[in-house]
């Protein structure tokens, strides 16, 4: 039993330290499930546009983009997914401009920043606390106390007496006193949420410290690391001689995929890379990726998610499988509802936290009047 107090009591101060993170990680998280659904709702002009014959040139995109924003660099562009979606174009600037433009006439159809709008904010909030780095880490730290409370909750959970009364902790008992309901919700609702929990803490962790994470998984598969991202040779090179719609030509010979993203050089050593999407790819970005030097437009590095060690194959599952994308539409849902579950876990955990309090207090109360009692009618 003392083993017990001690997970108890580990377990409950988990809580009271991670709760709120958990809590507000949870919820928005659930708000930017269906994130695109949602922005296409709301932005239909920015997000979608007639579908016509042709697209114009990317390039020729890319050239009303700098002379619109001159001042600013192009970090990457996000490619159409649908005959109806959108360029998306990521400027490099100091408050994450994203413009959208018409594939098929090449007009800027407007822009704004992420933080700008509620659901990119939304997201902001969920990825970094709206505070950078410091915010991904302390949203890391906040998951891996999420699995350590559920690792104690479970054992909590598990009835001392044994596995003969195992079906008590799935039941709520929605007739019994509130104090008892109060229990019967946080122990039901934490069982049936735990496995759900758990993916979700883990895969959020491998976001956050990512690096990490995917040595481990390499070490426990013994798989090689990914190669280092290549860099240009700068010896004198004015400059590539490649359009980029030459450059996605390659890209579609070298890997016949659609490409998802281009990401541009931000440094004079960096290359140009052109991420794509292989049919068998669970991310819905892709994990395959073309390296080209930015100056003479060699293939510097080739990364076919498909041909990856397993270490990296399975490194690129916990993304899908954070947002909850694997399963379709049922696993949305389920990450949705998944999200709700550490609010009423704090909440009914910190109701009984409260009530436990409060009953010591009247306890401690009463037996300080009775001693102070007895003492004076010892006098």
């Known amino acids: 039993m003392k083993t017990r107090r001690v997970v108890f009591n580990f377990h409950l101060y988990l809580g009271l330290a991670a709760g709120l993170f958990l809590v507000m990680s949870g919820l928005t998280g659930s708000m930017i499930v269906f994130r695109d659904e949602i922005e296409a709702l709301i932005y239909p002009e920015l997000m979608e546009v007639a579908v016509r014959d042709e697209r114009v040139p990317v390039q020729m995109v890319l050239n009303a983009v700098k002379q619109a924003y001159p001042r600013d660099k192009l970090l990457s562009v996000r490619m159409p997914r649908t005959p109806q979606q959108t360029y998306l174009l990521k400027m490099n600037d100091a408050h994450g401009l994203f413009v959208y433009a018409d594939p098929y006439s090449g007009e800027l159809l407007g822009a704004h920043r992420q933080e700008d709008t509620l659901i990119g904010w939304i997201a902001l909030l969920h990825t970094e606390l709206l ?45 019994a006193p509130w104090k008892k309901l109060i229990f019967d919700m946080h122990r039901a609702l934490g069982i049936y949420a735990l496995l759900f929990l758990v993916i979700i803490a883990f ?118 499988i954070h947002i909850g994308i694997i399963g379709g539409l049922p696993t949305r849902i389920l990450q949705v509802v998944a999200g709700v579950s550490p609010l009423v876990l704090f909440a009914t955990g910190y109701i009984m936290w409260r009530n436990r309090r409060k009953t010591k207090s009247i306890k401690n109360t009463s037996i300080k009047w009775a001693r102070n009692s007895a003492s004076r009618h010892d006098k």
Not at 131 to 156: D, H, P, Q, Y
Not at 272 to 294: A, T
């Open 131 to 175: 505070i950078g780095e410091r915010g991904k880490n302390i949203l890391g730290v906040s998951a891996l106390l999420l699995i350590c409370m559920s690792i104690t909750g479970f054992v909590l959970w598990w009835p001392p007496n044994g596995i003969k009364n195992i079906s008590r902790g799935f039941k709520i008992s929605w007739a």
């Open 203 to 320: 895969t959020g962790v491998s976001l956050v410290f990512n690096k990490t994470v995917a040595e481990f998984t390499n070490f426990v598969t013994a798989s090689p690391p990914r190669p280092a991202p290549p860099l240009s040779d700068t010896s004198g090179v004015a400059g590539a001689t490649l359009s980029l719609d030459e450059f996605l030509n390659r890209a579609d010979h070298i890997l016949p995929a659609p490409t998802t993203w281009i990401n541009f050089p931000q440094t004079p050593q960096a290359p140009l890379v052109v991420r794509k999407k292989m049919p068998e790819e669970s991310h819905p970005n892709g994990r395959s990726f073309i390296y080209f030097d930015q100056y003479t437009s060699e293939v510097l590095l080739i990364e076919n998610a498909s041909q990856a060690p397993s270490g990296t194959r399975i490194f690129n599952t916990f993304y899908p």
